[in-house]
């Protein structure tokens, strides 16, 4: 029996609408951050998003799981729900007052994604996915481009906070991938990247040391509007895992091909 994952998603949109209205509200008005680790910032903008986007959750899905990026897990024992959250994806653009920014919500259910929606408020683009309806932006349905081959394919990557010590290694898949295909672009957010591939605006992404919150909804996305979602090693993606290629199927193949050399531990 198919479930119908609509009221959740709907929870979803109520809750990153009313993050992006925190966001939008304080937007070039940052005068304080803080530090995470060497590169990783935080604002209270961030705390704001989280806090209002756990209340909402919380009052519709009290026995549920929430999973979100700047506190502890709420658990609740035996609930094979888990809600995983980014309030502010794309916090360091945020603060430096670069436009690209989003709330990326994503409700997992005995362990896979079922429902996703990941907010820009600047350019009001919603994106949503629920497991087996299909992908959406702002209401209308999107697909993953019809690029076929690896050389005529745009792609997006982020690197990781590690990479003042790994520069090297990030530096070097980049560089083959920018000998591969048209480009190379870095969003600085990789909820929206992934919606960026499930749109067709771009045609293949891959990052390394992500968490959950960055991947669980847009993740979601790509695989509802036609794309795929691995492992660096080609096996299923792992919300909790160390890397993430993601295409929109016709040319991943040639990106396991490219990435199989940077495996870690290989």
Not at 1 to 21: C, I, N, P, R
Not at 87 to 104: I, M, R, W
Not at 161 to 169: A, F, K, N, S, T
């Amino acid at each position: 029996m198919k479930t119908d994952w609509k009221s959740h998603l709907e929870t979803a949109v109520q809750a990153a609408k009313a993050a992006g209205k925190i966001q939008l509200e304080h937007y070039q008005k940052i005068d304080r951050i803080t530090y995470k680790g060497e590169v990783n910032l935080l604002t209270h903008v961030d705390l704001a998003c989280e806090k209002t986007i756990k209340d909402i959750i919380r009052a519709q899905y009290p026995g549920h799981e929430i999973l979100a990026e700047e506190s502890d897990l709420e658990k609740k024992d035996g609930s094979p729900f888990r809600w995983i959250v980014d309030p502010l994806d794309g916090t360091t653009n945020y603060a430096h007052g670069y436009p690209l920014f989003a709330s990326s919500i994503a409700l997992v259910h005995e362990g896979a994604a079922v429902a996703g929606v990941v907010f820009n408020p600047l350019l009001n683009e919603l994106f949503s996915a629920t497991k087996g309806g299909g992908a959406f932006l702002n209401g209308a349905p999107i697909k993953v481009s019809g690029v076929q081959l690896a050389r005529e394919a745009l792609f997006t990557t982020g690197f990781a906070y590690d990479r003042r010590e790994r520069i090297d290694h990030y530096l070097s898949i980049f560089r083959d991938f920018k000998r591969l295909g048209h480009g190379v672009r870095r969003g600085g957010a990789a909820s929206v990247d992934l919606c960026y591939l499930a749109c067709g605006r771009v045609d293949g992404y891959w990052e390394e040391k992500l968490k959950p919150w960055d991947v669980a909804a847009g993740s979601l996305l790509v695989t509802e509007a036609g794309g795929k979602v691995t492992n660096f090693d080609g096996s299923p993606l792992d919300l909790y895992g160390e890397n993430l290629c993601a295409s929109n199927g016709r040319i991943h193949e040639e990106m396991l091909c490219l990435l199989k050399p940077f495996i870690p531990n290989r």
